[in-house]
């Protein structure tokens, strides 16, 4: 999908902060300042869209998940939406803490939201008492609110997609740590030498947001069906020669008459 400067533009990509605020680190992408705001260079936006996009292509077709992280107002619902819609893992509520140095525990707390789900089903749920009942709820509901669109993940993520890295500096430190690459939508006052894939644009505006995140998400829906279609691929040639062997049997047979 081509990246389109007016539609960046349209969608209020190059608004950044005060420049007072201004993170020296991002002028590189700075195009101007007007009214005491800087503008961001959105030609520069949208060549980084593509190189971000290429590398998350690549990632999604290996077969590794991408994991969003958004926990701002703005970002929390576009997030869930666009992220959900290509099943990948998202975070917008609180960031729990060690989620990737401590991922360990973090599978346990997940695969206790699993059993809870199955003592519902196996009617284990209704021998409790109605205080331990309420209790289970409760925990079942932090867990689902807090780790919910990471229960499928059952190993630590191929690449994070962050909006505003500064609010997510803590999901920032530990992909860094683990030497997991971060992708990003940097603003004028961060710092983009912590992220490998800066993608400057204004990361406050909803409009802005979901503009950067449907081209991101189109193109990892795009390495998907690369590796779907590199499955179908497999799949047929195996089938092929077994199909091809049985005419052969056939003729042999009729060789022996």
């Avoid at 961001?40 to 290429?54: F, P, Q, R, S, V």
């Avoid at 926990?71 to 997030?79: E, F, G, L, N, S």
């Avoid at 960031?95 to 196996?122: C, E, H, Q």
């Avoid at 020669?241 to 042999?252: G, I, Q, T």
Wanted: aromatic share 6%.
């Amino acid at each position: 999908m081509a990246v389109e400067v007016k539609e960046l533009l349209e969608a209020g990509v190059h608004f950044g902060h005060l420049t007072r605020k201004w993170d020296p680190n991002m002028a590189p992408y700075v195009y101007m300042e007007r009214n005491g705001i800087h503008i961001i260079n959105l030609y520069k936006t949208a060549a980084k869209i593509d190189e971000a996009g290429a590398a998350l292509s690549k990632i999604a077709a290996s077969g590794r998940k991408i994991l969003f992280v958004a926990t701002k107002k703005q970002a929390k619902d576009i997030v869930a939406e666009k992220a959900g819609s290509i099943n990948m893992p998202y975070i917008t509520e609180r960031w729990p803490g060690g989620m990737l140095t401590n991922f360990v525990t973090i599978r346990k707390a997940v695969k206790k939201m699993a059993s809870i789900d199955r003592m519902k089903k196996d009617g284990t749920f209704n021998t409790l008492s109605k205080k331990e009942r309420l209790q289970v709820d409760r925990l079942r509901a932090k867990l689902e609110k807090n780790l919910g669109s990471i229960s499928d993940m059952t190993r630590l993520p191929g690449a994070l997609f962050v909006v505003d890295i500064k609010r997510e500096h803590i999901a920032i430190k530990e992909a860094q740590k683990l030497n997991i690459p971060i992708f990003a939508m940097v603003d004028t006052n961060s710092d983009p030498r912590q992220v490998d894939y800066v993608i400057p644009a204004n990361d406050d505006a909803s409009k802005s947001i979901d503009k950067i995140l449907s081209y991101v998400t189109d193109a990892i829906a795009s390495g998907l069906a690369e590796r779907k279609a590199e499955k179908e691929a497999a799949a047929a040639q195996k089938a092929a020669p077994k199909a091809e062997a049985a005419p052969a049997k056939k003729v042999v047979a009729e060789e022996e008459e």
